[in-house]
């Protein structure tokens, strides 16, 4: 429901923000055809409006539409890691690495980090 509601109003500030560029693009060519280009550098404040309310609504539907925030804590990215101790002279380490979908890479990578350490 909420994505839904997030892609209508996606839908909607895009159709908003393309309506307030060809809105400008008209402004400015009536200003153009007559010769008054130099004279007013101001947009109508409806159009700049019409932007701003774009604007807000596509934030507010990108926000609706974003898929829901995972937990960033240590635990959580640890629990995503594969954690080995070392014991070397009597102290303990404790190392991590991103998991590997194969085992045997996965050792190979130990044995180097073990090797680099001795």
């Not at 994505?3 to 895009?14: E, P």
């Not at 070397?88 to 180097?112: D, F, H, M």
Request: proline fraction near 6%; include cysteine.
């Amino acid at each position: 429901m909420v994505r839904t509601l997030g892609r209508s109003l996606l839908t909607v500030a895009v159709l908003a923000l393309l309506h307030a560029a060809f809105s400008t693009y008209e402004y400015l060519s009536q200003l153009k055809a007559l010769d008054k280009l130099t004279v007013s550098r101001h947009l109508p404040s409806n159009i700049v409006i019409e932007l701003y309310v774009a604007l807000l609504t596509f934030i507010l539907g990108a926000t609706l539409n974003s898929p829901p925030l995972r937990g960033i804590t240590w635990a959580s990215e640890m629990s995503t890691r594969c954690t080995v101790k070392l014991h070397c002279n009597g102290i303990t380490l404790k190392l991590a690495a991103p998991p590997y979908p194969n085992p045997s890479e996965q050792s190979t990578r130990w044995t180097r980090v073990w090797n680099s350490l001795l």
